[in-house]
C-alpha cells in the first residue's frame, strides 16, 4: 500500500494534511519534481525554492525517510514512479493558480483508470476558495465584506509532525539537486542574499515564535516602519509552504486571546493574503491582465530599456526611499510592505509605467514571490485592480519618508552614496549586483529622474483624459 507523496510548495512535515494521511497507509515515498512551472520561475524564488527543497530534504533525513527528486511533467513522472515503487496511491496539498486544478483533475482521472488513487488536501489556504460566496453566490471582490464573512470561521487545529513515517523496502532511484543549478541565474548575488534567508521548517517555526512572543504586541503601530524589525517575517515561509496559514492563523489567535493588540492586524494580514487566492481562482486575468477593464487602453509605457524604468529597476532614481527599497530587495530578496507600496506607486504613477513591468522585476527579483499576493499588491497600488486605493491617490515618497522613516535609518541602511562611512547592508549592493551595471558607492547620488511634483501633475493629467 505505498503512497507517492508529492510535494509542491508545501515543504514541510508539520500540519501536513496529504502527509498525515498517507503515514495510515503504509510506505510513503516523497517526491518533488521539478517541472516546467519551477523551471518558469523567476531568478531570485528558483533559487530560494532549491534552498527550500534542500532543508526539507535534510528534515526527511532526520526522521529516517527521504526526498526522490525527478525532472519532467508531473503526469509521466508519477506514473513512471508508481511503477517503480508499486504505488496505489497518490498524495499532494492541493494547488490553486489557474492551470493547477485542471491539472490535478486530469491526474485524477488518469490515475483513477490505472487503478491508482490520486488525492488532493487541504493546506495551502485557510479558507477554500469556492467555499466562501456573496449572499448572492458569486465571490467577493472587495476585502472588507469578504474579511467580515470568514474572520470568525472556525479553522481546525494544526496536525502535528507524524510519530513516524513508513518507510518503502526498496527506494527508486533520485536526481541529484545540485546538478538541477537552480541558482545559476543569481550569479555573485547568491552569495549577498544568503545571508539574509534561513530557509525550512525549523527556521519558519522560530521566526513565527519570535513574533509571537515579543513583536506581534506592537505590530499595529511598528509594521509601517521600515527600519525596525517590526513585521511578521512569515510572507517567505508561506511561499515555500514551509509553514501552514493555519499555524499562523492559531498562533495570532492565542496571542489575541492574550490580549496582545497587534494579534488582529496580523489576523487581518493572513486575510489579505487569503482574498488575493481567492481573486485568483474566481478571477484568473488578475494575474495578467487589468483587473478592471477601463484601464485597458491607458496610456502607460512598458519599454524595459527605458532610461526612467532602468533607474527605477537599479535603485538610482534620485528618490531616496524609492532606491532604498529597490536596493533592499536586491541585497536581501524582500523588501518592506510599505515601502514596496511607495516604489509601486512611484513607477505606475510618477513614472506612468504599466504595472506589469514592475510586477515581472518583482517576480525575478523576490524570494518571497508569491503569483497571488504579488499581482494583486500591483494592481491595488496602480489603481488597476480590486479594493484599488483611489487610482488618483499618488503616495508621495518624500512625505512618506518623513512620517515613516523620519531619521532616515532606513534610506542610510540602504544607500551608500554620500555617506563617508556607509554600513555594510549599503555597500552589500554593490556586491549583488550584475557589474555591467558599472555602479559604485564612490559615485554621486543621482538627480530626480522626474521631480515628484511634476510626475504627480503628469499622473492626473492623464487620469484627467479618461473615464474610470
Not at 513565527?208 to 527600519?227: G, N, Q, S, T
Request: charged share 25%; with cysteine; aromatic share 10%.
Amino acid at each position: 500500500m505505498t503512497t507517492l507523496l508529492w510535494f509542491r510548495r508545501d515543504l514541510r512535515l508539520s500540519d501536513h494534511s496529504a502527509l498525515t494521511a498517507a503515514c495510515k497507509h503504509g510506505p510513503v515515498v516523497p517526491v518533488f519534481i521539478r517541472d516546467a512551472g519551477l523551471d518558469a520561475l523567476g531568478t531570485a524564488p528558483k533559487w530560494r525554492l532549491g534552498l527550500s527543497v534542500a532543508a526539507l530534504a535534510e528534515t526527511l533525513d532526520a526522521a529516517g525517510s527521504r526526498l526522490i527528486l525527478r525532472s519532467g511533467a508531473p503526469a509521466e513522472v508519477l506514473s513512471a514512479l508508481a511503477r517503480e515503487t508499486g504505488a496505489t496511491r497518490i498524495h499532494c496539498v492541493r494547488a490553486y493558480h489557474p492551470e493547477e486544478p485542471s491539472l490535478d483533475f486530469e491526474l485524477c482521472e488518469s490515475f483513477t483508470a490505472q487503478d491508482i488513487v490520486f488525492e488532493t488536501f487541504d493546506g495551502r489556504v485557510l479558507f477554500e476558495p469556492d467555499s466562501v460566496e456573496t449572499k448572492s453566490g458569486g465571490p467577493y471582490k472587495v476585502f472588507s465584506p469578504y474579511w467580515k464573512s470568514v474572520k470568525s470561521r472556525d479553522i481546525a487545529a494544526p496536525l502535528k509532525v507524524p510519530s513516524e513515517i513508513p518507510t518503502p523496502a526498496d527506494w527508486p532511484d533520485t536526481e541529484n539537486l545540485d546538478d538541477w543549478a537552480l541558482g545559476r541565474g543569481m550569479q555573485r548575488g547568491a552569495e549577498v542574499v544568503l545571508g539574509h534567508t534561513s530557509p525550512g521548517e525549523t527556521a519558519a517555526q522560530d521566526r513565527l515564535a519570535a513574533f509571537i512572543d515579543d513583536a506581534v504586541a506592537d505590530y499595529h503601530k511598528r509594521r509601517d516602519l521600515p527600519a525596525v524589525d517590526g513585521t511578521s517575517g512569515m510572507s517567505e515561509y508561506l511561499t515555500y509552504g514551509e509553514i501552514s496559514p493555519r499555524q499562523c492563523w492559531h498562533a495570532g489567535l492565542r496571542a489575541r486571546e492574550e490580549g496582545k493588540r497587534g494579534a488582529e492586524d496580523f489576523l487581518r494580514e493572513l486575510g489579505w493574503r487569503e482574498f488575493a487566492y481567492h481573486l485568483m481562482v474566481h478571477m484568473p486575468r488578475l494575474l495578467t491582465g487589468n483587473w478592471r477593464e477601463k484601464w485597458d487602453g491607458f496610456p502607460w509605457k512598458d519599454d524595459e530599456r527605458a532610461a526612467e524604468i532602468k533607474a527605477w529597476k537599479q535603485g538610482r532614481t534620485g528618490i531616496p526611499l524609492v532606491d532604498a527599497g529597490m536596493r533592499e530587495m536586491y541585497v536581501t530578496g524582500r523588501m518592506h510592505n510599505r515601502v514596496r507600496m511607495i516604489t509601486a506607486s512611484y513607477l505606475t504613477k510618477h513614472l506612468l509605467t504599466d504595472w506589469k513591468v514592475g510586477l515581472r522585476w518583482f517576480e525575478d527579483c523576490l524570494t518571497d514571490w508569491d503569483p497571488a499576493s504579488n499581482a494583486m499588491g500591483w494592481q491595488w497600488v496602480a489603481g488597476s485592480g480590486p479594493d484599488a486605493s483611489p487610482y488618483f491617490r499618488v503616495f508621495n515618497p518624500e512625505t512618506q519618508r518623513e512620517k515613516f522613516d523620519p531619521d532616515g535609518a532606513y534610506v542610510n541602511r540602504w544607500i551608500a552614496e554620500g555617506q563617508s562611512d556607509p554600513p555594510d547592508t549599503a555597500l552589500a549592493y554593490f556586491e549583488a549586483i550584475p557589474k555591467r551595471w558599472n555602479m559604485s558607492p564612490d559615485d554621486p547620488y543621482p538627480e530626480p529622474v522626474v521631480a515628484l511634483d511634476e510626475g504627480r501633475q503628469r499622473a492626473l493629467d492623464a487620469y484627467s483624459n479618461r473615464s474610470f
